[in-house]
């Protein structure tokens, strides 16, 4: 299909996040802010940022409030995002971001998000698809991530990648609780790509996952399940990866934090841009390694040169476990 996409994220609770940077964050106390910024946010728009970067072809989906969608249309086409998001009436949230240089740590502070009644939410679900359906050719990768909105649920979800499964698309899943659960429990086949946090694989499982190889079982079992790459970020320890039956251990690159925001969105994005270049999927995962220790060096939700990222990657040796 020439049209199609290499790339679709799908973010269903967008946010506009505003990031105030702050010397040192003392809960209760008054503060005064170094600088702040506006960004398009929700993890599948930060996935698309750091792919458009990369030179991936990449298009946003989800549901936007057509009340003040115009940072986002911005964003994109600054970014060189194809906007397939849905419009839906309300605002799209925003998100505060606290970030602390001197602990380089930020506090979130989430709200809901817009909320779906169920015939708001049945005719956004096919309003994404209409948009969606044509821009999905065989081996197109589909990311799921983040939040849900109010009143859509994990199983209105698992629809939608269903459907677009149906016209080829590989799927990854980066969401979280029981929506992770739930869409691993609807999803058949399996997702092809998983990417939780140890809290939470620790939930999925059920079980306190103290030390790197039981992480690394509880991962290994997520693969032999079905699920053919399972990465498990341990923030600034490194990840656990496992695949085609193995499983590996990865220390992270030791470099200068500004922020751990985006860190995650560009594990995954870096590693879907190599596996979209051919990678095998311990390197694609370790060139995503890399993509965040590259992202968390700096404020502004940007990338460094190619060669600067190679050059992390190459810090990064996975030991067998």
Same mark, same amino acid.
């Given at each position: 299909?020439?049209?199609?996409?290499?790339?679709?994220?799908?973010?269903?609770?967008?946010?506009?996040?505003?990031?105030?940077?702050?010397?040192?964050?003392?809960?209760?106390?008054?503060?005064?802010?170094?600088?702040?910024?506006?960004?398009?946010?929700?993890?599948?728009?930060?996935?698309?940022?750091?792919?458009?970067?990369?030179?991936?072809?990449?298009?946003?989906?989800?549901?936007?409030?057509?009340?003040?969608?115009?940072?986002?249309?911005?964003?994109?086409?600054?970014?060189?995002?194809?906007?397939?998001?849905?419009?839906?009436?309300?605002?799209?949230?925003?998100?505060?971001?606290?970030?602390?240089?001197?602990?380089?740590?930020?506090?979130?502070?989430?709200?809901?998000?817009?909320?779906?009644?169920?015939?708001?939410?049945?005719?956004?679900?096919?309003?994404?698809?209409?948009?969606?359906?044509?821009?999905? $050719?065989?081996?197109?990768?589909?990311?799921?991530? @983040?939040? /849900?909105?109010? =009143?859509?649920? &994990?199983? %209105?979800? +698992?629809?939608?990648?269903?459907?677009?499964?149906?016209?080829?698309?590989?799927?990854?899943?980066?969401?979280?609780?029981?929506?992770?659960?739930?869409?691993?429990?609807?999803?058949?086949?399996?997702?092809?790509?998983?990417?939780?946090?140890?809290?939470?694989?620790?939930?999925?499982?059920?079980?306190?996952?103290?030390?790197?190889?039981?992480?690394?079982?509880?991962?290994?079992?997520?693969?032999?399940?079905?699920?053919?790459?399972?990465?498990?970020?341990?923030?600034?320890?490194?990840?656990?990866?496992?695949?085609?039956?193995?499983?590996?251990?990865?220390?992270?690159?030791?470099?200068?934090?500004?922020?751990?925001?985006?860190? $995650?969105?560009?594990?995954?994005?870096?590693?879907? @841009?190599? /596996?979209?270049? =051919?990678?095998? &999927?311990? %390197?694609? +995962?370790?060139?995503?390694?890399?993509?965040?220790?590259?992202?968390?060096?700096?404020?502004?939700?940007?990338?460094?040169?190619?060669?600067?990222?190679?050059?992390?990657?190459?810090?990064?040796?996975?030991?067998?476990?």
């Amino acid at each position: 299909m020439a049209d199609a996409m290499q790339v679709i994220t799908l973010t269903p609770n967008p946010a506009i996040d505003h990031t105030v940077t702050l010397e040192r964050l003392d809960p209760g106390a008054v503060h005064r802010a170094r600088a702040e910024q506006f960004e398009a946010g929700g993890k599948g728009i930060g996935v698309a940022a750091v792919l458009a970067a990369l030179g991936v072809r990449v298009a946003a989906g989800g549901w936007l409030g057509a009340e003040n969608p115009q940072r986002f249309e911005r964003s994109f086409a600054q970014a060189g995002i194809l906007d397939a998001m849905w419009r839906v009436p309300g605002r799209t949230r925003t998100n505060i971001k606290l970030a602390d240089t001197t602990h380089g740590e930020t506090t979130d502070i989430n709200l809901s998000g817009i909320a779906f009644d169920p015939v708001l939410q049945a005719g956004a679900e096919q309003g994404l698809l209409d948009k969606l359906v044509p821009l999905v $050719g065989p081996g197109t990768w589909v990311t799921l991530a @983040g939040s /849900l909105p109010p =009143g859509v649920t &994990p199983s %209105d979800m +698992a629809r939608v990648a269903t459907v677009l499964r149906g016209h080829g698309a590989r799927l990854m899943v980066d969401t979280s609780g029981a929506a992770l659960r739930t869409l691993l429990d609807a999803l058949q086949p399996a997702p092809d790509f998983i990417k939780p946090n140890r809290a939470e694989l620790e939930e999925l499982v059920g079980k306190p996952l103290p030390t790197v190889a039981a992480v690394a079982d509880a991962a290994a079992d997520l693969q032999q399940g079905g699920i053919a790459l399972v990465i498990v970020s341990l923030g600034g320890e490194g990840a656990v990866i496992a695949s085609g039956g193995a499983r590996w251990f990865a220390a992270t690159p030791k470099v200068p934090v500004a922020t751990t925001v985006g860190a $995650g969105d560009a594990l995954v994005a870096g590693t879907l @841009g190599a /596996l979209i270049a =051919g990678r095998a &999927p311990l %390197d694609a +995962a370790v060139f995503g390694m890399a993509c965040a220790a590259a992202r968390i060096q700096r404020i502004a939700p940007s990338l460094p040169p190619l060669a600067e990222i190679d050059a992390l990657a190459a810090q990064i040796v996975p030991q067998s476990i």
